[in-house]
């Protein structure tokens, strides 16, 4: 079996009951946003594709345990180097270790994963993910809209690529456009 269809079987496995907005849904969106801005770009497809489908099984926010990761690499005919190349990729990936890309590759997997925190998908993605924490829908320092302005408005101007740079911006203009309606019925302005 390819080394690709073997990591996406095995990430549908891990990613299978996810109620967090980390599920195989995400996971392919991500996929198919890294295929689309390594268009015309000199990199390691198969590294860059391997780490897209494996960034998020050892995610902390997720609990699960180190390791894995690891011990899926090592049972794909790949190289140790490459291996290691992959789990470079997926270490720069989190916008909560502040990571700066130190390789195309790290650059076009972190757009493709914050491409999909932000616009609809994202604000979708960030409710559900505070439902499934318990986090409060109201204007606190711990709520899903506070999300927001800790981290999803700033993603579009992180951007490294041309392309996730114009699809970032429409995004970003979208969510904008949410609070403000959000804002305005909250406070009732809006009657």
Do not use: C
């Amino acid at each position: 079996m390819d080394v690709i269809q073997a990591t996406r079987k095995f990430v549908e496995t891990i990613h299978a009951d996810d109620q967090t907005g980390h599920d195989i849904a995400h996971i392919e969106r991500v996929v198919r946003l890294v295929e689309r801005l390594m268009e015309n770009e000199p990199v390691d497809r198969t590294g860059l594709l391997l780490a897209a489908y494996l960034h998020d099984v050892e995610d902390h926010k997720l609990g699960r345990p180190k390791g894995l990761v690891k011990q899926h690499l090592a049972s794909l005919d790949i190289t140790e180097e490459r291996a290691s190349f992959v789990e470079a990729l997926i270490d720069e990936v989190s916008f909560s270790k502040g990571m700066t890309p130190t390789t195309r590759e790290s650059e076009i997997l972190q757009d493709a994963d914050r491409l999909d925190a932000i616009g609809a998908i994202g604000i979708a993605r960030t409710f559900q993910f505070a439902g499934s924490r318990g986090t409060p829908l109201d204007l606190s320092e711990d709520s899903a809209i506070q999300h927001f302005q800790d981290k999803l408005l700033k993603l579009a101007l992180m951007m490294h690529t041309a392309k996730a740079k114009q699809l970032a911006m429409s995004r970003h203009a979208f969510m904008q456009q949410f609070l403000e309606q959000f804002h305005e019925e909250w406070d009732g302005v809006d009657i």
